[in-house]
């Protein structure tokens, strides 16, 4: 889990004061709705419809907590269609969209910057998505990123409908959190170039042609279907953004506006600790059992070549299940206990 240095953290009533940072959305702005609604408004800057077939509505956003925006859909029927590039699109979910009340322009000599933590949905007919669009026209727009139900996240950079860089590359542990960031600077030829950055590696660079002195709004949403293969999934599907930042490099002038700053440090992927009821392992000494989750242990002890697990039941290091297969001498001590990590009772047997 990624945590913020506090001198990083700009008091959210000092936002509106530019800084030698001039943070223009801190990370606190998905405190709660109260904040958020300072800052943020419902639904895309045109309104509730898009390209697929989510309805955005205000009850399908929330603020669990941890400076977290929680995006939710879920299926519905009976809604009368979308209209789209003159066409019905069928509505089938409500989910959410918000904008940024400012506007963001990369001005000559300056850039932008956007950075945030993702919990992200992969699945079909799913699509999620962290981007900018043109106030005035088509394009510009920077997906910053998006996911369309292929397992992969998207970052594209629009010169015309047809003269496209999208860059595709495997999306790393979904279902956890993954650091995206994009660094957005005038080329000084009136383009804007962007690194995008993914848990703190560059991924790739793009130029939009023009961009430079463009106003964008900035759109977090999650549509459904459309780009993302139907049908989309039956159950709620959630997409969350944390701990979003958004600076303005505009009033720094720079000798190579192309270098970006040092990026930032990769995060720990985010995991929960699993609490689950504790386990009591019967007495095995034999045969081999294999560990039925695929659980990262916390990396502060030691495994013994036999596998033996010590008297107290202190979970092994660095393991991943079920990978372990216990040799037939492993003694496993009665009651012993995996203080964080539990499995559930009946998947725990003796392999045959
Ligand atoms: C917030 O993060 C803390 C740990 O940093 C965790 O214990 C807590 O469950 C999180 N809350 C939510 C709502 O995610
Ligand atoms: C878009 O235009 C910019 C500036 O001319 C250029 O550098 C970039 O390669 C173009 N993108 C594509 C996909 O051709
Ligand atoms: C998980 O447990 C470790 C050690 O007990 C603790 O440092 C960490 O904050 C916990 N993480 C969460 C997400 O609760
Ligand atoms: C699990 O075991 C630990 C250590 O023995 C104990 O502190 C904890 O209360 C137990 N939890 C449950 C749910 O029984
Ligand atoms: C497990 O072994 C302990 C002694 O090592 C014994 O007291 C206990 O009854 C055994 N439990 C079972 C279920 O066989
Ligand atoms: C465990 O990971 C393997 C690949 O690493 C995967 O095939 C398997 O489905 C996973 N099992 C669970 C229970 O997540
Ligand atoms: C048990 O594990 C050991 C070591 O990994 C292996 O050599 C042996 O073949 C396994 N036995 C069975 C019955 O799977």
């Given at each position: 889990m990624r945590v913020h240095a506090p001198s990083l953290i700009v008091p959210f009533f000092l936002s509106a004061t530019a800084t030698s940072q001039n943070i223009l959305v801190p990370p606190e702005t998905f405190t709660d709705s109260t904040i958020f609604d300072t800052m943020f408004k419902q639904l895309y800057p045109w309104g509730p419809d898009h390209n697929g077939a989510a309805r955005m509505n205000p009850s399908q956003v929330s603020f669990p907590g941890n400076n977290t925006l929680k995006i939710t859909a879920k299926r519905v029927t009976g809604e009368k269609p979308a209209r789209f590039e003159n066409k019905d699109l069928p509505i089938n979910y409500l989910s959410g969209a918000v904008h940024a009340k400012q506007q963001f322009t990369v001005e000559k000599g300056g850039g932008l910057e956007f950075e945030a933590e993702f919990n992200a949905p992969v699945a079909k007919g799913t699509w999620p998505a962290f981007w900018l669009t043109a106030v005035k026209g088509w394009p510009p727009e920077v997906d910053i990123a998006e996911w369309k139900g292929s397992g992969k996240i998207s970052f594209n950079t629009f010169n015309t409908s047809k003269d496209v860089d999208a860059k595709d590359v495997q999306y790393p542990n979904p279902g956890g959190w993954n650091s995206i960031s994009a660094r957005l600077r005038d080329d000084g030829k009136g383009n804007v170039a962007t690194k995008y950055f993914m848990n703190g590696k560059e991924v790739t660079t793009q130029t939009g042609k023009g961009y430079t002195g463009k106003p964008f709004w900035f759109i977090i949403n999650m549509q459904m279907e459309g780009s993302s293969?139907?049908?989309?999934?039956?159950?709620?599907?959630?997409?969350?953004?944390?701990?979003?930042?958004?600076?303005?490099?505009?009033?720094?002038?720079?000798?190579?506006?192309?270098?970006?700053?040092?990026p930032l440090p990769p995060i720990v992927p985010f995991t929960p600790n699993i609490t689950l009821p504790n386990i009591t392992f019967p007495n095995i000494?034999?045969?081999?059992?294999?560990?039925?989750?695929?659980?990262t242990l916390p990396p502060d002890g030691t495994l013994p070549p036999d596998g033996t697990l010590p008297p107290d039941g202190t979970p092994p290091p660095n393991v991943k299940f079920p990978d372990v297969t216990l040799p037939p001498d492993a003694a496993l001590p009665p009651n012993a206990k995996f203080p964080d990590v539990t499995f559930p009772p009946t998947d725990v047997s003796p392999e045959e």
């Amino acid at each position: 889990m990624r945590v913020h240095a506090p001198s990083l953290i700009v008091p959210f009533f000092l936002s509106a004061t530019a800084t030698s940072q001039n943070i223009l959305v801190p990370p606190e702005t998905f405190t709660d709705s109260t904040i958020f609604d300072t800052m943020f408004k419902q639904l895309y800057p045109w309104g509730p419809d898009h390209n697929g077939a989510a309805r955005m509505n205000p009850s399908q956003v929330s603020f669990p907590g941890n400076n977290t925006l929680k995006i939710t859909a879920k299926r519905v029927t009976g809604e009368k269609p979308a209209r789209f590039e003159n066409k019905d699109l069928p509505i089938n979910y409500l989910s959410g969209a918000v904008h940024a009340k400012q506007q963001f322009t990369v001005e000559k000599g300056g850039g932008l910057e956007f950075e945030a933590e993702f919990n992200a949905p992969v699945a079909k007919g799913t699509w999620p998505a962290f981007w900018l669009t043109a106030v005035k026209g088509w394009p510009p727009e920077v997906d910053i990123a998006e996911w369309k139900g292929s397992g992969k996240i998207s970052f594209n950079t629009f010169n015309t409908s047809k003269d496209v860089d999208a860059k595709d590359v495997q999306y790393p542990n979904p279902g956890g959190w993954n650091s995206i960031s994009a660094r957005l600077r005038d080329d000084g030829k009136g383009n804007v170039a962007t690194k995008y950055f993914m848990n703190g590696k560059e991924v790739t660079t793009q130029t939009g042609k023009g961009y430079t002195g463009k106003p964008f709004w900035f759109i977090i949403n999650m549509q459904m279907e459309g780009s993302s293969g139907a049908p989309g999934p039956n159950k709620d599907v959630t997409y969350q953004i944390r701990n979003l930042k958004i600076t303005s490099m505009n009033e720094q002038t720079s000798n190579d506006p192309l270098t970006p700053p040092p990026p930032l440090p990769p995060i720990v992927p985010f995991t929960p600790n699993i609490t689950l009821p504790n386990i009591t392992f019967p007495n095995i000494t034999s045969p081999n059992i294999t560990l039925p989750l695929n659980v990262t242990l916390p990396p502060d002890g030691t495994l013994p070549p036999d596998g033996t697990l010590p008297p107290d039941g202190t979970p092994p290091p660095n393991v991943k299940f079920p990978d372990v297969t216990l040799p037939p001498d492993a003694a496993l001590p009665p009651n012993a206990k995996f203080p964080d990590v539990t499995f559930p009772p009946t998947d725990v047997s003796p392999e045959e």
